[in-house]
Protein backbone atom coordinates (compact mmCIF):
# COMPACT_ATOMS: atom_id res chain seq x y z
CA UNK A 1 0.00 0.00 0.00
CA UNK A 2 1.32 3.15 -0.85
CA UNK A 3 1.78 5.28 2.40
CA UNK A 4 0.53 8.93 2.61
CA UNK A 5 3.22 12.06 1.85
CA UNK A 6 5.36 12.66 4.70
CA UNK A 7 3.60 15.14 7.19
CA UNK A 8 0.14 13.90 6.26
CA UNK A 9 -2.03 13.99 9.68
CA UNK A 10 -4.87 12.30 7.92
CA UNK A 11 -8.82 13.65 8.37
CA UNK A 12 -11.31 13.98 11.59
CA UNK A 13 -13.14 11.25 9.48
CA UNK A 14 -10.15 9.21 8.90
CA UNK A 15 -9.33 8.79 12.73
CA UNK A 16 -13.07 8.74 13.34
CA UNK A 17 -13.70 5.46 11.27
CA UNK A 18 -10.69 3.94 12.63
CA UNK A 19 -12.26 4.54 16.03
CA UNK A 20 -15.40 2.95 14.89
CA UNK A 21 -13.55 0.16 13.41
CA UNK A 22 -12.17 -0.31 16.70
CA UNK A 23 -15.52 0.42 18.99
CA UNK A 24 -17.26 -2.66 17.24
CA UNK A 25 -14.17 -4.86 17.36
CA UNK A 26 -13.17 -4.45 20.83
CA UNK A 27 -15.48 -1.87 22.66
CA UNK A 28 -14.60 1.08 23.78
CA UNK A 29 -11.56 0.13 26.03
CA UNK A 30 -10.17 -0.63 22.59
CA UNK A 31 -10.48 3.06 21.46
CA UNK A 32 -7.35 4.69 21.98
CA UNK A 33 -5.12 6.75 20.64
CA UNK A 34 -2.12 4.83 19.81
CA UNK A 35 -3.76 1.87 18.37
CA UNK A 36 -5.55 4.36 16.29
CA UNK A 37 -2.58 5.73 15.25
CA UNK A 38 -0.47 1.93 14.47
CA UNK A 39 -3.67 1.03 12.48
CA UNK A 40 -3.55 4.24 10.40
CA UNK A 41 -0.07 4.36 10.16
CA UNK A 42 0.17 7.92 11.46
CA UNK A 43 1.97 9.13 14.54
CA UNK A 44 0.22 9.82 17.52
CA UNK A 45 0.63 13.87 17.45
CA UNK A 46 -1.62 13.42 14.13
CA UNK A 47 -4.14 12.88 16.59
CA UNK A 48 -4.35 16.11 18.12
CA UNK A 49 -4.11 18.11 15.53
CA UNK A 50 -7.79 16.74 14.65
CA UNK A 51 -9.04 15.94 18.39
CA UNK A 52 -8.29 17.76 21.57
CA UNK A 53 -8.38 14.60 23.82
CA UNK A 54 -9.68 10.73 23.67
CA UNK A 55 -12.74 11.90 25.35
CA UNK A 56 -13.64 14.30 22.32
CA UNK A 57 -13.15 11.39 19.74
CA UNK A 58 -15.54 9.71 22.17
CA UNK A 59 -18.34 11.66 21.85
CA UNK A 60 -17.97 11.85 17.79
CA UNK A 61 -18.73 8.20 18.15
CA UNK A 62 -21.88 8.98 20.60
CA UNK A 63 -22.87 11.84 17.58
CA UNK A 64 -22.19 9.30 15.31
CA UNK A 65 -24.49 6.61 16.38
CA UNK A 66 -27.44 9.15 17.61
CA UNK A 67 -27.71 10.59 13.94
CA UNK A 68 -26.90 6.98 12.31
CA UNK A 69 -28.90 5.13 14.33
CA UNK A 70 -31.85 6.76 16.09
CA UNK A 71 -32.35 9.50 13.63
CA UNK A 72 -32.67 6.92 10.64
CA UNK A 73 -35.35 4.91 12.74
CA UNK A 74 -37.45 7.84 13.55
CA UNK A 75 -37.54 8.79 9.51
CA UNK A 76 -38.53 5.42 8.76
CA UNK A 77 -41.29 5.27 10.91
CA UNK A 78 -42.21 8.79 9.68
CA UNK A 79 -41.97 7.69 5.86
CA UNK A 80 -44.76 7.91 3.84
CA UNK A 81 -47.24 4.55 3.70
CA UNK A 82 -50.71 3.28 2.30
CA UNK A 83 -51.22 0.42 4.69
CA UNK A 84 -50.18 -0.40 8.77
CA UNK A 85 -47.85 -3.63 7.00
CA UNK A 86 -46.43 -0.70 4.41
CA UNK A 87 -44.82 1.31 7.46
CA UNK A 88 -44.15 -2.10 9.37
CA UNK A 89 -42.13 -3.10 6.29
CA UNK A 90 -40.38 0.42 6.67
CA UNK A 91 -39.75 -0.04 9.92
CA UNK A 92 -38.32 -3.54 9.26
CA UNK A 93 -35.92 -1.86 6.39
CA UNK A 94 -33.85 -0.86 9.22
CA UNK A 95 -32.67 -4.28 10.38
CA UNK A 96 -32.30 -5.44 7.21
CA UNK A 97 -29.89 -2.04 6.18
CA UNK A 98 -26.78 -1.34 8.06
CA UNK A 99 -26.81 1.82 5.90
CA UNK A 100 -29.84 3.15 7.76
CA UNK A 101 -29.10 0.92 11.24
CA UNK A 102 -25.66 -0.53 12.06
CA UNK A 103 -26.47 -3.58 14.68
CA UNK A 104 -22.76 -3.98 15.47
CA UNK A 105 -21.95 -0.33 16.45
CA UNK A 106 -25.54 -0.45 18.44
CA UNK A 107 -24.46 -3.74 20.22
CA UNK A 108 -21.12 -1.72 20.90
CA UNK A 109 -22.69 0.91 22.44
CA UNK A 110 -24.98 -0.89 24.88
CA UNK A 111 -21.93 -2.44 26.36
CA UNK A 112 -20.10 0.87 26.39
CA UNK A 113 -23.57 1.96 28.35
CA UNK A 114 -22.75 -0.56 31.22
CA UNK A 115 -19.95 1.16 32.32
CA UNK A 116 -20.13 5.19 31.22
CA UNK A 117 -23.23 6.86 32.99
CA UNK A 118 -23.47 9.50 30.49
CA UNK A 119 -23.60 6.78 27.69
CA UNK A 120 -26.19 5.12 29.56
CA UNK A 121 -28.32 8.58 29.72
CA UNK A 122 -27.60 8.90 25.78
CA UNK A 123 -28.92 5.16 25.34
CA UNK A 124 -31.98 5.29 27.88
CA UNK A 125 -32.91 8.88 25.78
CA UNK A 126 -32.41 7.29 22.10
CA UNK A 127 -34.60 4.26 23.65
CA UNK A 128 -37.06 6.57 24.74
CA UNK A 129 -36.91 8.84 21.35
CA UNK A 130 -37.26 5.43 19.44
CA UNK A 131 -40.23 3.83 21.30
CA UNK A 132 -42.06 7.22 20.96
CA UNK A 133 -41.60 7.28 16.88
CA UNK A 134 -42.82 3.24 16.70
CA UNK A 135 -45.43 4.14 18.86
CA UNK A 136 -46.80 7.22 16.82
CA UNK A 137 -46.47 4.91 13.72
CA UNK A 138 -49.28 2.94 15.65
CA UNK A 139 -51.30 6.30 16.26
CA UNK A 140 -50.95 6.60 12.85
CA UNK A 141 -52.98 4.11 11.78
CA UNK A 142 -56.09 4.17 14.35
CA UNK A 143 -54.60 1.73 17.32
CA UNK A 144 -55.14 3.72 20.58
CA UNK A 145 -52.35 4.97 22.75
CA UNK A 146 -52.05 2.30 25.59
CA UNK A 147 -51.78 -0.69 22.40
CA UNK A 148 -49.83 1.60 20.00
CA UNK A 149 -47.50 2.49 23.33
CA UNK A 150 -47.48 -2.21 23.95
CA UNK A 151 -47.36 -2.69 20.08
CA UNK A 152 -44.15 -0.67 20.31
CA UNK A 153 -42.39 -1.94 22.96
CA UNK A 154 -42.92 -5.34 21.90
CA UNK A 155 -41.78 -4.48 18.40
CA UNK A 156 -38.55 -2.61 19.58
CA UNK A 157 -37.12 -4.81 22.50
CA UNK A 158 -37.74 -7.94 20.24
CA UNK A 159 -35.03 -5.85 17.82
CA UNK A 160 -32.86 -5.42 20.75
CA UNK A 161 -33.33 -8.87 21.88
CA UNK A 162 -32.07 -9.99 18.31
CA UNK A 163 -28.64 -7.38 18.85
CA UNK A 164 -28.29 -8.54 22.60
CA UNK A 165 -27.97 -12.05 21.61
CA UNK A 166 -26.00 -11.45 17.93
CA UNK A 167 -28.41 -13.50 16.52
CA UNK A 168 -27.15 -14.48 13.58
CA UNK A 169 -29.62 -15.67 10.86
CA UNK A 170 -29.03 -16.22 6.82
CA UNK A 171 -30.97 -13.65 4.76
CA UNK A 172 -33.36 -15.93 3.45
CA UNK A 173 -34.46 -17.17 6.62
CA UNK A 174 -35.00 -13.69 8.03
CA UNK A 175 -37.05 -12.70 4.17
CA UNK A 176 -39.10 -15.83 5.00
CA UNK A 177 -40.17 -14.88 8.60
CA UNK A 178 -40.87 -11.18 7.46
CA UNK A 179 -44.55 -11.52 6.87
CA UNK A 180 -45.78 -13.36 10.30
CA UNK A 181 -43.55 -10.54 11.77
CA UNK A 182 -45.10 -7.84 10.79
CA UNK A 183 -48.96 -10.11 11.53
CA UNK A 184 -47.57 -10.40 15.05
CA UNK A 185 -46.57 -7.08 15.74
CA UNK A 186 -49.49 -5.14 13.80
CA UNK A 187 -52.14 -7.35 13.45
CA UNK A 188 -52.29 -6.79 10.10
CA UNK A 189 -49.89 -9.64 7.47
CA UNK A 190 -48.83 -7.44 4.68
CA UNK A 191 -49.77 -8.02 1.13
CA UNK A 192 -48.34 -10.24 -1.68
CA UNK A 193 -47.26 -7.44 -3.42
CA UNK A 194 -45.91 -5.58 -0.16
CA UNK A 195 -44.09 -8.63 1.62
CA UNK A 196 -42.64 -8.88 -2.53
CA UNK A 197 -41.60 -4.75 -2.59
CA UNK A 198 -39.52 -5.78 0.38
CA UNK A 199 -37.93 -8.59 -0.50
CA UNK A 200 -36.75 -7.12 -3.56
CA UNK A 201 -35.09 -4.29 -1.84
CA UNK A 202 -32.90 -6.27 0.33
CA UNK A 203 -31.95 -9.56 -2.14
CA UNK A 204 -28.33 -8.65 -2.97
CA UNK A 205 -27.63 -6.94 -6.43
CA UNK A 206 -27.24 -9.25 -9.21
Known amino acids: MQRPERGWRGTPDLWLEAAYDLLVEGGVDAVKVMPLAERLGLSR ?4 WHF ?3 EALLARLVDRWREKNTANLVA ?3 APAATISEAMLNLFDCWYDSALFDSRLEFAMRTWSLTDAAVARAMAEADETRIAAITGLFRRFGYD ?3 ADTRARTLYLTQVGYIALRSEESL ?3 LRRVPAYVLTFCGVAPTGAEA ?11
Open 52 to 54: PDR
Open 45 to 48: TSFY
Open 172 to 174: EVR
Open 196 to 206: EAFRLRHLPAA
Open 76 to 78: RCE
Open 145 to 147: ETE
